[in-house]
């Protein structure tokens, strides 16, 4: 199994090969395979790539960010100055019902709410907002409202996974409560694990998801 130096160097490694993140503003700490990621980054984009490349090193169960984003003042805004750039992103994106969303921006973060029918909706929201200029972060409140009956939803995420090339659908068990749907079993990557919410996330009828699967790496990672 990776100790948690060989898997600190690994996401050090991971980091200097991003090319939009300066790896010396990032500070890492492994305890028993959980990184800790810390340090001030001059973007919310680059705290999300920072993240999603210590979840790409094997070897690590889950990651926790302390990355604080503070802008130079050449890309400073006010909370207004942002609040009309996402209005209107969120406006240009045909895929969002933009009638449907709510914003508020207080000292750089953005907060959305309001009822969409689709995940994919709602990930698109925020997505659209997070690269803004000024944006520190991005709280996602939108709620999903499907009229789809539940016993439909365990099929069509079960189906999902069988067809996906990232996610082993006989290693994850599918429970539906309601339009909760549960997650649990074993992948063998965090990535996996990400994969197999999203996909579990884009089933029709599904307002949240709680994902309870277990990382557990291939033999010849361990």
């Given at each position: ?18 090319p ?5 503003k ?114 996602n ?12 939803i ?8 069988e067809r ?59």
């Amino acid at each position: 199994m990776k100790t948690d130096a060989q898997i600190k160097e690994d996401v050090l490694d991971e980091l200097l090969w991003q090319p939009n993140i300066d790896e010396t503003k990032i500070g890492v700490i492994v305890e028993d395979g959980v990184v800790t990621l810390s340090g001030i980054l001059n973007s919310y984009t680059k705290k999300l790539e920072a993240e999603k490349a210590a979840k790409n090193v094997k070897g690590v169960k889950a990651v926790a960010l302390d990355i604080e984003v503070k802008h130079g003042s050449d890309f400073k805004k006010t909370d207004k100055e942002i609040a009309k750039a996402a209005v209107d992103a969120l406006t240009w994106n045909t895929s969002i019902p933009e009638d449907k969303i709510a914003i508020k921006v207080e000292d750089g973060w953005v907060y959305l709410s309001g009822e969409l029918n689709w995940f994919y909706q709602k990930d698109a929201a925020k997505k659209a907002v997070e690269n803004l200029l000024g944006v520190k972060g991005v709280v996602n409140s939108i709620e999903i409202k499907q009229a789809v009956q539940p016993s439909q939803i365990k099929e069509k995420i079960t189906k999902a996974f069988e067809r996906s090339a990232q996610v082993d659908a006989n290693k994850v068990s599918v429970i539906v409560d309601g339009h909760t749907v549960t997650l649990r079993g074993t992948v063998h990557s965090l990535a996996e694990k990400d994969e197999a919410q999203k996909a579990a996330y884009l089933a029709p009828g599904v307002y949240s998801v709680k994902n309870e699967l277990k990382v557990q790496y291939y033999p010849e990672y361990a």
